[in-house]
């Protein structure tokens, strides 16, 4: 099993930034890779970033390029995910997850994930 435990989230103006992290513990050596996810209330849960963590490749949903970055720390099996010119619409809660080493796994698809985090509220005020 692999526990995660995210922190960061809080409210922030419209422009702010807030980094958000996902300490990972227990099986991690069996995990691939982290993602972040986020649901807004009355929408469906969308796909924000991930990163592999061997060779750290990153990927992100369009709607966050260029605002978000996700990062890594190997020695502290935690994930970080920047955010940057925050707008009202990233409003959230956002959730850390992992994915076992598989060769089927997609970054943006939350079924390919085994262990979710128990979510961190972000709001952007306007």
């Known amino acids: 099993q692999v526990q995660l435990v995210e922190s960061g989230g809080g409210l922030v103006q419209t422009g702010g930034s807030l980094r958000l992290s996902c300490a990972a513990s227990?099986?991690?050596?069996?995990?691939?890779?982290m993602g972040w996810f986020r649901q807004a209330p009355g929408k469906e849960r969308e796909f924000v970033a991930a990163?592999?963590?061997?060779?750290?490749?990153?990927y992100y949903a369009d709607s966050v390029k260029g605002r978000f970055t996700i990062s890594r720390d190997n020695a502290k099996n935690t994930v970080y995910l920047q955010m940057n010119s925050l707008k009202p619409e990233d409003t959230a809660v956002y959730y850390c997850?992992?994915?076992?080493?598989?060769?089927?796994?997609?970054?943006?698809?939350?079924?390919?994930?085994?262990?979710w985090g128990q979510g961190t509220q972000v709001t952007v005020s306007s």
């Open positions: 990163i592999t963590w061997s060779a750290g490749i990153k």
């Open positions: 997850a992992a994915a076992s080493i598989r060769t089927d796994w997609g970054a943006a698809q939350a079924p390919k994930y085994d262990y």
């Open positions: 227990g099986r991690t050596f069996s995990t691939g890779a």
